[in-house]
């Protein structure tokens, strides 16, 4: 079974930067769409950022749309969050996910942030913005 390792969380000052990863050791991602979820205590999950198979789509959460950018490296099997002018609302815990694209003919620009049709987990890293 696909197994997912998140890396990278951190603790950082408001208005600081991280970049957070995602990989699949002994597997290969570039038939994955992936999604990334983030979860603060007592609130639900929440979807922040996807991108397709080929990266050729990406899509952003309202909440942080211009400040984080997701991208991927099939050559490396990893997939990053690249998280801009974060603010003490953006602590969490990020998860990443996996999502086998539908049988469609536009499969390969197809991501979602729809936390049901997920298939894979991480076990998730924490991200905490101190004020």
């Known amino acids: 079974q696909l197994r997912l390792v998140e890396s990278g969380g951190s603790l950082v000052q408001s208005g600081g930067s991280l970049r957070v990863s995602c990989a699949a050791p002994?597997?290969?991602?570039?038939?994955?769409?992936i999604s990334w979820f983030r979860q603060a205590p007592g609130k639900e999950r929440e979807g922040v950022s996807c991108?397709?198979?080929?990266?050729?789509?990406?899509n952003y959460g309202d909440s942080v749309k211009g400040r984080f950018t997701v991208s991927r490296d099939n050559a490396k099997n990893t997939v990053f969050l690249q998280m801009n002018s974060l603010q003490p609302e953006d602590t969490a815990v990020y998860f990443c996910?996996?999502?086998?694209?539908?049988?469609?003919?536009?499969?390969?620009?197809?991501?979602?942030?729809?936390?049901?049709?997920?298939?894979?987990w991480g076990q998730g890293t924490q991200v905490t913005v101190s004020v």
């Open positions: 996910a996996a999502v086998t694209p539908p049988p469609i003919s536009a499969a390969d620009r197809w991501c979602t942030l729809t936390a049901y049709l997920v298939e894979n």
């Open positions: 002994g597997f290969t991602l570039d038939e994955y769409a």
């Open positions: 991108i397709s198979t080929t990266g050729r789509t990406t």
